[in-house]
Each structure stands twice: as C-alpha cells, then as structure tokens.
C-alpha cells in the first residue's frame, strides 16, 4: 500500500484528532478535512479557506531510494510530510492538533524528523505547521 494511504488511514482512524479537527473548525469538513495531496482550492475564495480551517494534506517526500544486489527490496522507509493550517488566533488550539497528528503517526509507527510552523505567505489569517514523518520500516 502506498505510504500516502497508510497515513491518512493513521489519520483519520484517530478519533481524537478528527473530533478536534471538527470542534475548532466548528463545523463538518464536507470532505473530511484530512486531503491527500492539494485540495482543489481553484474556484474557493480565501474567505472560504480560512472557514474550511483547520485541515489536514499528506504528501510525499522524496528519498526512499535503493539499490539492492538482488532486486529483491524487503523493507520500505518512506518519508512523508504532514501539513495542517489554522486561524492564527487559535495557538493552543494548533498545538494541540499538532500533538494529536504525532501520536497517530506515532502509533502507526511513524517518527517525526522535522517540524516547522509560520504564518502562511498565501493566506496570512492561516498559520502552517509542516512536518515530516519517516516510517519505522514497512515490510514488502
């Protein structure tokens, strides 16, 4: 299964993390609030992103490489970066999302290598928070 999958299954399986998702947005995300990859944002203006907050999107990361004498692969350490955004007003409330996203990972057996948060250049009444997640090993 493709590590993107894996994650979001990590996820949304968390009923902590989807509950909080949905108490600070205030509201049912009509898709989940957790996206694999961008969501289609084209026809929606800022307004409506900033309402749609917070929300989750999973992407790839580069750098599972290898090369095996045989071919013959038999682990898999695939990387990922989680990204969340929420009103910037809502701190306490980000950080506590942030932790819930660790502990899923965590317990899929996922480990954090990096992590950075900042005022969103694009819609600046959203915070970003990125992290990347490593597996711990996935057999093939």
């Known amino acids: ?3 993107l999958n894996l994650v979001y299954d990590a996820l949304f399986g968390s009923e902590q993390l989807t509950q ?6 205030g509201t049912t995300d009509p898709l989940g609030g957790i996206y694999i990859g961008t969501p289609d944002f084209d026809n929606t203006t800022d307004a409506d992103i900033v309402a749609l907050s917070p929300w989750i999107r999973i992407t790839d ?3 599972d490489e290898t090369t095996d004498a045989d071919d013959d692969r038999f682990l898999e350490y695939p990387r990922v970066q989680v990204d969340f955004w929420c009103k910037n007003e809502l701190l306490p409330q980000a950080s506590e999302i942030d932790t819930l996203i660790s502990k899923a990972m965590h317990a899929a057996g996922w480990e954090r ?3 950075h948060s900042d005022v969103d250049h694009d819609t600046p ?3 970003m928070v990125t992290a990347y997640f490593q597996s711990q090993g996935i057999p093939v």
């Open 20 to 25: 909080k998702l949905e108490d600070v947005r």
């Open 125 to 127: 009444q959203l915070r």
């Open 61 to 63: 990361l580069p750098g």
């Open 113 to 115: 290598v990096y992590h």
């Open 1 to 3: 299964m493709l590590a």
